[in-house]
């Protein structure tokens, strides 16, 4: 019997110990994003945890991160002599993610607004029956049986009385009420400008892990996420036409995976985290003559640009197109609160930068942008100036840079400041094959551009069945700086498409005249002071029955009664 039971019980230890062998350890970690590779569009965040294994089968999984991450791209490792075993991910919708104290501060005012304005409404109520009440039970004594004149006349005071009673304080519970109403719907417009999500889906990543002793190991995980991503923004700083210009390079940066990112090292890149792994295929480059961009609303698009090789995955416009994104956008909800980012295709060089970001930076997840500063460059530049009177009286100022290929921008918008003073917002647009890029520093007013019709020169004469109609125009150009400037003034005469309308170049004060289009160009260098004057006139023939408009016009809005 001994025999027996000491049998027993090594038979339970040995299933005991093979059983205990073969059991997981479940552990549960939460560690926020701490360093992030923020691409155009999307971003490659990292997390790091020590954790300590048991011998044996361990399973951690990470919890309450994105819901936008791309499970094809999660990539794991873990020091010291542990075998990664299987990495998986899930979504949970049933977590609660922490809120931040202001957010849960408006929802705990909102929530108590509510509250109150719906015990307003009760007393209301019980205001309006009781009037009810007294309406519907006005007859007194009955239809037969009449009423002595002093009972009458105490039930009349009462009715009044009360009735009065009834609606003042009906009239300072509606007061109140809409009152509350206008707190609330600020308190739910602070919410959605907070971007307060509730009950936001997140995902878990449960990572299997074998040790052969228990030991203390370091996992670094890292993904690729959805609905993050920079843009450039520059700042052009110029003082004066003699001294070089400042360039400040910055991106603005925006963040709208669902989780915050506290203090975290950032760096930015032009690459394409969705790139294809597919060998590249090269396509024909045709060139074409450069028309220069086309700007529309808050974009601008050249219809010469094309691309020089073919990949699985394109650039994003105006919508989101890798797959990722779209795995992204199955996984969890839009959310109506946040103001849909808007995107404009543009063209970067083959060759991806990268730009590692000193500062540590907190970007919340709210979609909108954040200011990170990049680089400076003091920019050696030639200055000119250039002028179109025809539409525009004021002469531009232009700073012209060479070998910008050399700093990894990416077109996008600048801010201009000359003197100190804020002038206006230009375009840096890098698609031009020039070795030169030209930056408008907008209007300089101390080079003075006039233009002005002389009437001598403009007269109109009938040759037979034809009409001859001859333009004259004056141009003065002055420099009231106390330096020389160059500067281009350019002008136009019409050009004939019809063989029966003849226009003659007169008098174009040694233009630079292109037959084509009619363009023409005067350069000067003006002294400190100096003045010059342009005489241009011109004359068109046609027939004498045709009507011709002669006047280039362009179309304004304006009030029509």
């Given at each position: 019997?001994?025999?027996?039971?000491?049998?027993?019980?090594?038979?339970?230890?040995?299933?005991?110990?093979?059983?205990?062998?073969?059991?997981?350890?479940?552990?549960?970690?939460?560690?926020?994003?701490?360093?992030?590779?923020?691409?155009?569009?999307?971003?490659?965040?990292?997390?790091?945890?020590?954790?300590?294994?048991?011998?044996?089968?361990?399973?951690?999984?990470?919890?309450?991160?994105?819901?936008?991450?791309?499970?094809?791209?999660?990539?794991?490792?873990?020091?010291?002599?542990?075998?990664i075993l299987a990495i998986s991910d899930v979504i949970n919708y049933m977590a609660n993610q922490k809120e931040s104290i202001k957010i849960k501060q408006l929802k705990d005012s909102a929530l108590l607004l509510n509250d109150v304005i719906s015990q307003l409404n009760n007393d209301k109520d019980a205001f309006v029956t009781e009037k009810n009440m007294l309406l519907v039970n006005d007859k007194i004594g009955g239809n037969e049986k009449g009423v002595a004149i002093a009972e009458l006349k105490l039930a009349a005071d009462f009715y009044r009385s009360r009735?009065?009673?009834?609606?003042?304080?009906?009239?300072?519970?509606?007061?109140?009420?809409?009152?509350?109403?206008?707190?609330?719907?600020?308190?739910?417009?602070?919410?959605?400008?907070?971007?307060?999500?509730?009950?936001?889906?997140?995902?878990?990543?449960?990572?299997?892990?074998?040790?052969?002793?228990?030991?203390?190991?370091?996992?670094?995980?890292?993904?690729?996420?959805?609905?993050?991503?920079?843009?450039?923004?520059?700042?052009?700083?110029?003082?004066?036409?003699?001294?070089?210009?400042?360039?400040?390079?910055?991106?603005?940066?925006?963040?709208?995976?669902?989780?915050?990112?506290?203090?975290?090292?950032?760096?930015?890149?032009?690459?394409?985290?969705?790139?294809?792994?597919?060998?590249?295929?090269?396509?024909?480059?045709?060139?074409?003559?450069?028309?220069?961009?086309?700007?529309?609303?808050?974009?601008?698009?050249?219809?010469?640009?094309?691309?020089?090789?073919?990949?699985?995955?394109?650039?994003?416009?105006?919508?989101?197109?890798?797959?990722?994104?779209?795995?992204?956008?199955?996984?969890?909800?839009?959310?109506?609160?946040?103001?849909?980012?808007?995107?404009?295709?543009?063209?970067?060089?083959?060759?991806?930068?990268?730009?590692?970001?000193?500062?540590?930076?907190?970007?919340?997840?709210?979609?909108?942008?954040?200011?990170?500063?990049?680089?400076?460059?003091?920019?050696?530049?030639?200055?000119?100036?250039?002028?179109?009177?025809?539409?525009?009286?004021?002469?531009?100022?232009?700073?012209?840079?060479?070998?910008?290929?050399?700093?990894?921008?990416?077109?996008?918008?600048?801010?201009?400041?000359?003197?100190?003073?804020?002038?206006?917002?230009?375009?840096?647009?890098?698609?031009?094959?020039?070795?030169?890029?030209?930056?408008?520093?907008?209007?300089?007013?101390?080079?003075?551009?006039?233009?002005?019709?002389?009437?001598?020169?403009?007269?109109?004469?009938?040759?037979?069945?034809?009409?001859?109609?001859?333009?004259?125009?004056?141009?003065?150009?002055?420099?009231?700086?106390?330096?020389?400037?160059?500067?281009?003034?350019?002008?136009?005469?019409?050009?004939?498409?019809?063989?029966?309308?003849?226009?003659?170049?007169?008098?174009?004060?040694?233009?630079?005249?292109?037959?084509?289009?009619?363009?023409?160009?005067?350069?000067?260098?003006?002294?400190?002071?100096?003045?010059?004057?342009?005489?241009?006139?011109?004359?068109?023939?046609?027939?004498?029955?045709?009507?011709?408009?002669?006047?280039?016009?362009?179309?304004?809005?304006?009030?029509?009664?």
């Amino acid at each position: 019997m001994k025999k027996t039971c000491s049998f027993l019980f090594f038979v339970l230890a040995m299933i005991s110990h093979v059983f205990g062998q073969n059991t997981e350890s479940t552990q549960e970690v939460s560690t926020p994003v701490q360093s992030a590779i923020i691409y155009l569009y999307g971003a490659e965040v990292n997390h790091s945890k020590q954790v300590t294994l048991n011998s044996g089968r361990n399973k951690i999984v990470f919890v309450g991160l994105s819901a936008k991450l791309d499970s094809k791209s999660i990539q794991v490792n873990a020091t010291g002599d542990v075998s990664i075993l299987a990495i998986s991910d899930v979504i949970n919708y049933m977590a609660n993610q922490k809120e931040s104290i202001k957010i849960k501060q408006l929802k705990d005012s909102a929530l108590l607004l509510n509250d109150v304005i719906s015990q307003l409404n009760n007393d209301k109520d019980a205001f309006v029956t009781e009037k009810n009440m007294l309406l519907v039970n006005d007859k007194i004594g009955g239809n037969e049986k009449g009423v002595a004149i002093a009972e009458l006349k105490l039930a009349a005071d009462f009715y009044r009385s009360r009735i009065k009673e009834i609606n003042a304080e009906v009239f300072k519970l509606d007061k109140k009420t809409i009152q509350l109403n206008e707190v609330l719907s600020k308190t739910n417009q602070q919410l959605r400008e907070l971007n307060a999500k509730n009950n936001q889906p997140t995902s878990e990543i449960t990572i299997l892990l074998s040790s052969a002793t228990k030991t203390t190991t370091t996992i670094n995980l890292k993904y690729i996420v959805s609905d993050a991503g920079w843009a450039p923004s520059y700042d052009l700083h110029a003082e004066d036409i003699n001294q070089p210009i400042e360039l400040k390079y910055r991106a603005k940066v925006f963040n709208n995976t669902g989780i915050d990112w506290n203090d975290i090292k950032i760096k930015l890149s032009t690459s394409d985290p969705s790139q294809s792994a597919s060998k590249p295929v090269l396509l024909t480059w045709n060139l074409d003559y450069y028309s220069g961009p086309v700007y529309k609303g808050n974009v601008y698009s050249n219809s010469n640009a094309a691309p020089a090789y073919q990949s699985n995955q394109g650039y994003i416009q105006n919508s989101i197109t890798s797959n990722q994104s779209i795995d992204a956008q199955e996984k969890s909800a839009p959310n109506k609160n946040v103001k849909p980012i808007e995107f404009e295709e543009i063209q970067v060089s083959e060759l991806s930068a990268e730009f590692d970001i000193k500062t540590s930076y907190s970007i919340p997840s709210d979609a909108k942008p954040y200011i990170v500063d990049v680089t400076e460059y003091k920019l050696p530049a030639t200055y000119q100036h250039h002028s179109v009177p025809k539409i525009d009286r004021d002469a531009f100022l232009l700073a012209r840079i060479t070998g910008w290929e050399d700093l990894d921008l990416v077109e996008g918008p600048a801010n201009v400041y000359y003197g100190g003073t804020y002038v206006g917002q230009s375009y840096i647009y890098t698609r031009s094959a020039d070795d030169t890029l030209d930056l408008s520093l907008g209007r300089d007013n101390k080079v003075l551009v006039t233009r002005s019709k002389v009437k001598e020169f403009c007269n109109t004469k009938y040759l037979g069945n034809a009409k001859k109609e001859t333009f004259g125009y004056e141009m003065v150009v002055k420099n009231n700086r106390k330096t020389a400037v160059q500067i281009d003034v350019l002008d136009q005469i019409p050009v004939s498409t019809q063989s029966d309308i003849i226009v003659e170049a007169l008098e174009i004060t040694k233009a630079e005249y292109d037959t084509k289009t009619g363009k023409l160009t005067w350069t000067y260098t003006l002294q400190p002071g100096e003045v010059k004057k342009i005489v241009l006139t011109y004359s068109v023939k046609y027939p004498k029955t045709a009507t011709i408009n002669l006047q280039k016009t362009k179309s304004k809005m304006r009030a029509k009664f």
